[in-house]
């Protein structure tokens, strides 16, 4: 029976994990919001370290890129609340060409929400 409780609540945070990578895609605020605690904190590894959901709101459409982001989801792996994402992102920054990034998102859970995400991006290449 516990095994299949645990099953149940790994199934749920990747899932919770796919529905905000695919809300990003599409620049979805709400849909993005809703995945999130309102206490959430959003590290991105060498950069910045935002917290809340207004912030994390501001951040979705950073200034500095315009258009949508194109993720790709290459893998993921759980244990316990947390759940591990790699894959890539072609963003567009503002009078540049569009960059490639390869990326790891560590997700710490909370009641089925995010409630801290560590981002790490590295440049892979320009198009």
């Given at each position: 029976m516990?095994?299949?409780?645990?099953k149940?609540e790994s199934?749920?945070?990747?899932?919770t994990?796919?529905?905000?990578?695919?809300a990003?895609?599409?620049?979805?605020?709400?849909?993005?919001?809703s995945?999130?605690t309102?206490?959430?904190?959003?590290?991105?590894?060498?950069?910045?370290?935002?917290?809340g959901k207004?912030?994390?709101?501001?951040?979705?459409e950073?200034e500095g890129f315009?258009?949508?982001p194109?993720?790709?989801?290459?893998?993921?792996?759980?244990?316990n609340n947390?759940?591990i994402?790699?894959?890539t992102?072609?963003?567009k920054p503002?009078?540049?060409?569009?960059?490639?990034l390869a990326?790891?998102d560590?997700f710490e859970?909370?009641?089925g929400?995010?409630?801290?995400?560590?981002?790490?991006?590295?440049p892979?290449?320009?198009?």
């Open positions: 516990l095994s299949a409780f645990l149940v199934v749920t945070n990747k899932n994990v796919e529905c905000y990578m695919n990003f895609n599409e620049l979805d605020h709400e849909k993005i919001l995945c999130l309102e206490d959430v904190i959003w590290e991105i590894h060498g950069h910045r370290k935002l917290q207004t912030e994390f709101d501001a951040e979705i950073n315009e258009g949508k194109e993720i790709t989801l290459n893998r993921m792996t759980e244990e947390v759940v994402a790699e894959g992102v072609l963003a503002k009078n540049q060409n569009p960059i490639l990326f790891c560590v859970f909370e009641n929400k995010i409630k801290k995400l560590i981002s790490h991006l590295n892979i290449n320009s198009k």
